[in-house]
C-alpha cells in the first residue's frame, strides 16, 4: 500500500473514530462532576487502615496484586532492553575520552548530588504520609545518580555504577515484592493482605504492608532505571563496531547493505 | 479560577503533543517531549493529582528525551562507520579519527 | 468546559496515531506512542476530578475533606512509570534493527529481507 493509500485509510477512519468519541463525550458525566462511587469507597477504605496518601493505599494496599503485576513489567522490559543491547561478536569497548565541563557546572552538580539523592529516599521513604512513593521516589534517585555524569564524567559514573550489583538490586526488589505477598499468605486471609499493626494516623511507621511493598517498588524502579540508562549509555558512548565491519552471529562478516 | 487554569494547561498540553508528532527529527522531537512532560505535570497539578505529577515530571521530562537523545546517537553514530567526530559527552574532536587509536582485536592498550 | 478536557484527550490520541501512522523515522514513531499514551492519562484525570476537591493524600487536609477519585491516579502513576520503560524496550528494538538491517525508516525496512 502506497504512502498515500495509507493516509487516506487512516484519515477516514480517524475521522470516524473522531466523530463517534465525540458523541459518546457528551454523554459521559460532565468534568468534575460529584458522582464518584469508586473514588469515595476507596477513601474509607484507606481512612479505615490508617493511610493518609489514599492513592498509596490503593496501588499497595486495595489493589496490591495490579501493582505486582506493573512491576513485573517494568523488570520484564528492563531484562528486554538488557539482552537486545548487549555487546556482540563484531563489536568492540572503546575507552571513552574525558570531555572538558565547567568548573560552575561541575561544582553545582557535585553540590546538587546528595541533595536529589536524599529527596528521592525520602520520596520513597514516606509514600504512605505524603504524595509519593516507590515508582516516583524510584525515578528521582536513579536521576540524581546521573548528575554524576552531567557533572564529571563517564569514567566517575561508571565507578558509583557496578551494573551488576544495580541488576542484582533489580531482581531482590522484585523478588520482596513477592516474598511479601507469600508470608502475607502464609501468616493471614490472602496474598498481598495488608496484616502488619496498622500504627498511627499520618505516622512515618502506618499502614501496614504499604511501607515495605513501597520500599521493595522503590528499589526494584531505582535499580530497574539505572540499569537501563546504563545499557544504553554503553551503546551510545563505548560500543562500537570493530575494524573490519560488522560480523553477523557466526563470526563471518557480514554485506553491507545497499 | 482553577477552571481557566485547567482549561489554559488542556490547550497547552494539546499544543506540545501536536507539536512533538509534527517535528520529524528525532532529535528536536526529543525536547518537545521534554516539554510536554512538563506541561502534562502542570496539567496534573491543577487536577489535584500530584502523586501523577511527580511521577510524569521524573519521567517525562528526564527519562525518555535522554533515552530518545542516546538512541538517536547510536544510531547516526553507527551509520558514519565509526566513533562520531562531533563533540559530546567523552569525546574530544580534533585528535585524528578515532578509529586509528581504536584497540585491534585482542590488543591491549 | 464540562466536556473539553475529554475531546483535548481524544485529539492528543488522534495526533499521536497520525504521527505513527507517518513517520519515516522508527525514533519518531516511538516517540509519538509516548504521545499517544500520554492522552489515556489526560483521560483518566479528567473522569477522575471533583470539582472544589483536593488532592486525595491526607496528611494535612482533615479525615472528612472532599477529594478527588484516588483510584484514576492509582492507575496512571503506575502506568507512566512501566510506559517509560516500554518506550525504552522499543528503543533498544530500534538499535537492534539499525545494526541488521541498517536503516531506521520504516518504509525501506519492509523492502529488505526478512
Known amino acids: 500500500m502506497t504512502r498515500r493509500g495509507r493516509l487516506r485509510l487512516f484519515l477516514l477512519a480517524a475521522l470516524v473514530l473522531a466523530a463517534g ?29 490508617r493511610t493518609a496518601n489514599a492513592v498509596a493505599s490503593v496501588n499497595f494496599d486495595q489493589r496490591a496484586m495490579d501493582t505486582l503485576g506493573e512491576e513485573t513489567i517494568l523488570f520484564a522490559a528492563v531484562l528486554g532492553a538488557v539482552v537486545l543491547l548487549r555487546r556482540t561478536a563484531g563489536e568492540a569497548r572503546t ?32 509514600g504512605n504520609v505524603t504524595p509519593g512513593g516507590g515508582f516516583q521516589g524510584g525515578v528521582v534517585v536513579a536521576t540524581a545518580l546521573h548528575l554524576l555524569y552531567v557533572a564529571a564524567d563517564y569514567r566517575a559514573l561508571e565507578r558509583i555504577r557496578p551494573v551488576s550489583r544495580y541488576e542484582l538490586g533489580d531482581a531482590a526488589g522484585e523478588f520482596a515484592y ?42 526494584e524502579v531505582a535499580c530497574g532505571v539505572v540499569v537501563l540508562l546504563a545499557t544504553f549509555l554503553d551503546q551510545a558512548v563505548e560500543i562500537a563496531d570493530a575494524p573490519g565491519g560488522p560480523r553477523s552471529a557466526d563470526g563471518a562478516p557480514e554485506e553491507e547493505p545497499t | ?35 510536554l512532560g512538563l506541561s502534562l505535570a502542570l496539567l496534573f497539578t491543577y487536577v489535584q493529582a500530584p502523586d501523577v505529577a511527580l511521577s510524569q515530571l521524573a519521567v517525562g521530562s528526564a527519562l525518555t528525551p535522554l533515552m ?17 567526530r562531533t563533540a559530546g559527552p567523552g569525546r574530544r574532536p580534533d585528535r585524528g579519527t578515532a578509529r586509528d587509536r581504536r584497540p585491534r582485536r585482542g590488543e591491549r592498550r | 468546559m464540562s466536556v473539553l478536557p475529554y475531546l483535548v484527550a481524544g485529539w492528543i490520541f488522534l495526533v499521536g496515531l497520525y504521527g505513527l501512522v507517518t513517520s519515516r523515522d522508527l525514533i519518531h514513531a516511538v516517540g509519538c ?72 525508516d520504516p518504509d525501506r525496512l519492509s523492502e529488505l529481507r526478512g
Open chain 2, 68 to 84: 530518545i537523545l542516546l538512541t538517536v546517537r547510536k544510531v547516526t553514530r553507527g551509520s558514519a562507520g565509526g566513533p562520531a
Open chain 3, 33 to 104: 506512542l509516548a504521545v499517544t499514551q500520554s492522552s489515556t492519562y489526560v483521560l483518566l484525570l479528567a473522569v477522575g476530578y471533583r470539582r472544589g476537591g483536593t488532592a486525595p493524600v491526607f496528611a494535612d487536609a482533615p479525615a472528612g475533606a472532599r477529594v478527588v477519585d484516588p483510584v484514576v491516579q492509582a492507575l496512571t502513576l503506575t502506568d507512566i512509570v512501566v510506559g517509560a520503560t516500554v518506550t525504552a524496550l522499543l528503543l533498544a528494538l530500534v538499535v537492534q534493527l539499525r545494526k541488521r538491517h541498517g536503516t531506521v
Open chain 1, 95 to 126: 575507552e571513552p575520552e574525558p570531555a572538558r565541563v565547567s568548573a560552575g557546572v561541575r561544582r553545582l552538580g557535585l553540590a546538587l548530588l546528595p541533595v536529589a539523592l536524599l529527596v528521592g529516599l525520602y520520596v520513597v521513604a514516606h
Open chain 2, 1 to 35: 479560577m482553577t477552571d481557566v487554569l485547567v482549561a489554559v494547561a488542556l490547550l497547552l498540553v494539546a499544543a506540545a503533543a501536536t507539536a512533538a508528532v509534527v517535528n520529524r527529527d528525532p532529535a528536536r522531537q526529543a525536547f518537545v517531549l521534554s516539554f
Open chain 1, 21 to 49: 468519541y465525540a458523541v459518546a463525550c457528551l454523554d459521559l458525566p460532565p468534568f468534575g462532576g460529584d458522582r464518584h462511587p469508586y473514588g469515595d469507597r476507596a477513601v474509607h477504605a484507606a481512612l479505615a487502615r
Open chain 1, 178 to 219: 513477592t516474598m511479601t505477598g507469600v508470608c502475607t499468605a502464609l501468616a493471614g486471609p490472602a496474598f498481598l493482605a495488608n496484616v502488619l499493626p496498622l500504627g498511627t494516623f499520618r505516622a512515618l511507621a502506618s499502614a501496614g504492608t504499604v511501607v515495605l511493598l513501597n520500599a521493595a517498588v522503590g528499589m
